[in-house]
């Protein structure tokens, strides 16, 4: 049998910084990834020279580690540009609490940016087309998370308001945050009869598609606290897949949430009734009920239930993607490393007038492809060692 | 052992108009899509056979678009076999396609290639 030695609380998150929010017309990827890096790195008194580790992935470039650390003129002894779409970012800060914690290197950055927006205005697609789909012309992502909110729907009674509940609660949130890219009201009726696209989601159940660039900055716990006055410590990560294809997904009602989410808190030693705020990769209305599930903040099925009546909203009896998400803050493609910037913000307690209470442990976990893949983080504030 | 080749098998049964999945010979399991070997074991003793194409709707969304282009069902069947698949039904309004409705394949021609779609079970639309 396999010990784990998941170095519990060994690294920290120093920094975090978001770029070019929204719109950034007339920069590439890399340079919004670069400008976000520079702006962590900045933060805290580093500069590229700092780095020994390098974790990116831009939407069009394959080998985008490369281009990087070519861009910043540095030579890194760790780099990965694994590929699990938007969860990528979370298996990166898994990898580089390992080689962080094992001596392999001493900075690592996470990095990614799009330009998505203003370069083709609508989201790049990097996976290959399968003759076995392709041909029914599903209009992709949304159909395949389509499916799976009819699946849902259809075991357990979850309705088109619970899921409007989600979408609204989001831009609540987006109100308090000055980056995000939504503001204003939105009601439970505005999304109720809103153009469907792919039934049941109309344009309100989807993500947004914007520029946008995110990063983070990890070192070994011994030195996050000459960086930064309150180092949101990395105490669990969990990362698991099930399928590609939505075809392939054996339950569309249950993700590999479950697994990611059950190593998190095994390594963290903590539990959901301990986590203080929560930040989903909620690209569809329906995901957000889905992983509230699948990481134990209520049974399966009872998600639209949990949701309802502005229970995940601010105010609600939980605070659930409080910068406003990839439906109303920001959605460059891949948005699992905005998750884990918002996840940070709140528990260094920086988040502004969104700023959750006495957050001592926050979630930020990834989704990839089409519910395929799962990861998940527990970050927590000095408190928690 | 013959040897699988597996989008090219298939393309060619379907260009037959033969829906033609895939079975263990030492399991019996069935597999779709079509692979060159069997998922989990790796055992590289599949066979084509013929699809009996009764299904069941496990899932359903419905593509909207801007007329005079028309709405379509985008469904998950489960196949009688076992395996799952993604196809469309056709024969009743897009919106009338439900989960758990009985299903029959066949294959047609559409843009210029064979493709297995399905259409609901007699009395059943």
Same mark, same amino acid.
């Given at each position: 049998?396999?010990?784990?030695a998941f170095p519990r609380g060994g690294t920290?998150?120093?920094?975090?910084?978001?770029?070019?929010?929204?719109?950034?017309?007339?920069?590439?990827?890399?340079?919004?990834?670069?400008?976000?890096?520079?702006?962590?790195?900045?933060?805290?008194?580093?500069?590229? #020279?700092?780095?020994?580790?390098?974790?990116?992935?831009?939407?069009?470039?394959? &080998?985008?580690?490369?281009? &990087?650390?070519?861009?910043?003129?540095? *030579?890194?002894?760790?780099?990965?540009?694994?590929?699990?779409?938007?969860?990528?970012?979370?298996?990166? !800060?898994?990898?580089?609490a390992?080689?962080? =914690?094992?001596?392999?290197?001493?900075? #690592?950055?996470?990095?990614?940016?799009?330009?998505?927006?203003?370069?083709?205005?609508?989201?790049?697609?990097? $996976?290959?087309?399968?003759?076995?789909?392709?041909?029914?012309?599903?209009?992709?992502?949304?159909?395949?998370?389509?499916?799976?909110?009819?699946? *849902?729907?259809?075991?357990?009674?979850? $309705?088109?308001?619970?899921?409007?509940?989600? !979408?609204? =609660?989001?831009?609540?949130?987006?109100? +308090?945050?000055?980056?995000?890219?939504?503001?204003?009201?939105?009601?439970?009726?505005?999304?109720?009869?809103?153009?469907?696209?792919?039934?049941?989601?109309?344009?309100?159940?989807?993500?947004?598609?914007?520029?946008? #660039?995110?990063?983070?900055?990890? $070192?070994?716990?011994?030195?996050?606290?000459?960086?930064?006055?309150?180092?949101?410590y990395l105490l669990g990560?969990?990362?698991?897949?099930?399928?590609?294809?939505? #075809?392939? &997904?054996?339950? +569309?009602?249950?993700?590999?949430?479950?697994?990611?989410?059950?190593?998190?808190? =095994?390594h963290a030693g903590?539990?959901?009734?301990?986590?203080?705020?929560?930040?989903?990769?909620?690209?569809?209305?329906?995901?957000?009920?889905?992983? +509230?599930?699948?990481?134990?903040?209520?049974?399966?099925?009872?998600?639209?239930?949990?949701?309802?009546?502005? !229970?995940?909203?601010?105010?609600?009896?939980?605070?659930?993607?409080?910068?406003?998400?990839?439906?109303?803050?920001?959605?460059?493609?891949?948005?699992?490393?905005?998750?884990?910037?918002?996840?940070?913000?709140?528990? &260094?307690?920086?988040?502004?007038?969104?700023?959750?209470?006495?957050?001592?442990?926050?979630?930020?976990?990834?989704?990839?492809?089409?519910?395929?893949?799962? !990861?998940? +983080?527990i970050?927590g504030?000095?408190?928690t060692l | 052992?013959?040897?699988? @080749?597996?989008?090219?098998? /298939?393309?060619?049964?379907?260009?037959?108009?033969?829906?033609?999945?895939? @079975?263990?010979?030492?399991?019996?399991? /069935?597999?779709?899509?079509?692979?060159?070997?069997?998922?989990?074991?790796?055992?590289?003793?599949?066979?084509?056979?013929?699809?009996?194409?009764?299904?069941?709707? /496990?899932?359903?969304?419905?593509?909207?678009?801007?007329?005079?282009?028309?709405? /379509?069902?985008?469904?998950?069947?489960?196949?009688?076999?076992?395996? @799952?698949?993604?196809? @469309?039904?056709?024969?009743?309004?897009?919106?009338?396609?439900?989960?758990?409705?009985?299903?029959?394949?066949?294959?047609?021609?559409?843009?210029?290639?064979?493709?297995?779609?399905?259409?609901?079970?007699?009395?059943?639309?």
């Amino acid at each position: 049998m396999s010990v784990d030695a998941f170095p519990r609380g060994g690294t920290a998150i120093v920094s975090g910084a978001t770029y070019g929010m929204g719109e950034a017309p007339g920069y590439d990827s890399m340079d919004l990834a670069v400008h976000a890096s520079l702006k962590a790195l900045d933060q805290v008194g580093l500069t590229p #020279a700092d780095v020994d580790g390098l974790f990116v992935a831009l939407p069009s470039d394959m &080998m985008s580690q490369l281009s &990087m650390a070519q861009y910043l003129g540095i *030579h890194p002894k760790v780099m990965s540009n694994n590929r699990v779409g938007g969860s990528s970012f979370q298996t990166y !800060a898994h990898m580089a609490a390992l080689a962080l =914690a094992a001596g392999e290197c001493d900075v #690592a950055v996470i990095a990614y940016g799009s330009n998505q927006r203003t370069s083709a205005g609508k989201l790049i697609s990097s $996976t290959k087309p399968s003759i076995y789909q392709a041909p029914y012309k599903p209009m992709l992502p949304i159909s395949a998370y389509a499916l799976a909110a009819s699946r *849902h729907m259809h075991q357990y009674g979850t $309705t088109r308001e619970q899921l409007a509940e989600v !979408a609204v =609660a989001a831009r609540k949130w987006a109100n +308090l945050n000055p980056d995000a890219f939504m503001h204003g009201d939105l009601t439970i009726d505005d999304c109720l009869s809103a153009r469907m696209i792919s039934d049941p989601f109309t344009k309100n159940d989807c993500c947004l598609v914007t520029d946008g #660039a995110a990063a983070v900055v990890m $070192t070994r716990a011994d030195r996050a606290k000459d960086l930064a006055k309150r180092p949101a410590y990395l105490l669990g990560a969990g990362s698991a897949t099930t399928h590609m294809d939505i #075809a392939s &997904m054996a339950d +569309l009602t249950v993700s590999a949430a479950v697994e990611s989410g059950k190593r998190a808190y =095994a390594h963290a030693g903590v539990g959901p009734e301990d986590i203080d705020v929560v930040e989903l990769y909620d690209a569809f209305t329906i995901n957000t009920i889905l992983f +509230l599930e699948d990481l134990g903040f209520c049974p399966k099925g009872e998600g639209g239930r949990f949701v309802a009546g502005g !229970a995940i909203a601010p105010g609600g009896k939980l605070a659930v993607n409080t910068n406003g998400g990839g439906l109303s803050c920001v959605h460059p493609g891949m948005y699992g490393l905005f998750t884990m910037v918002e996840a940070m913000e709140q528990v &260094m307690g920086i988040a502004g007038e969104r700023q959750v209470k006495d957050v001592d442990l926050a979630i930020s976990h990834g989704n990839g492809g089409f519910l395929s893949s799962q !990861a998940t +983080l527990i970050l927590g504030s000095e408190a928690t060692l | 052992m013959e040897q699988i @080749r597996p989008e090219h098998d /298939y393309e060619a049964f379907l260009a037959d108009g033969r829906f033609m999945i895939q @079975r263990s010979r030492s399991s019996g399991a /069935y597999v779709f899509y079509p692979r060159v070997a069997e998922p989990r074991t790796g055992v590289r003793d599949l066979e084509w056979v013929e699809a009996s194409g009764d299904g069941t709707v /496990y899932a359903v969304t419905v593509v909207r678009k801007r007329p005079p282009e028309k709405d /379509y069902s985008v469904v998950l069947v489960d196949l009688a076999e076992g395996p @799952r698949m993604m196809s @469309r039904v056709d024969g009743i309004e897009p919106t009338a396609v439900k989960i758990g409705m009985s299903v029959k394949a066949s294959v047609v021609t559409e843009d210029g290639k064979p493709l297995v779609i399905f259409t609901p079970k007699g009395g059943q639309a």
